[in-house]
């Protein structure tokens, strides 16, 4: 929110499984944030499943930070 109020292009990312709980923190805050899911679980990954599951979302979070409200 406080990226946002100052015009700067920002968002999060987490894993599918925490959906539910960023929606419903969003709507109690009253802001809808740019966000990117990825896949889950993030832990116990290894350092190639995590590239792959960095590069599967590089677009998207791409757009988050390069596009402005």
Do not use: W
Not at 34 to 62: C, G, N, W
């Amino acid at each position: 929110m406080d990226l946002d109020g100052r015009g700067i292009p920002g968002g999060f990312i987490a894993s599918a499984e925490f959906e539910e709980a960023a929606n419903a923190q969003a709507a109690a805050f009253g802001f809808e944030p740019a966000v990117t899911y990825v896949r889950h679980p993030i832990q116990d990954r290894t350092d190639d499943e995590m590239r792959e599951i960095a590069d599967s979302a590089f677009e998207k979070v791409l757009e988050m930070i390069c596009t402005s409200n």
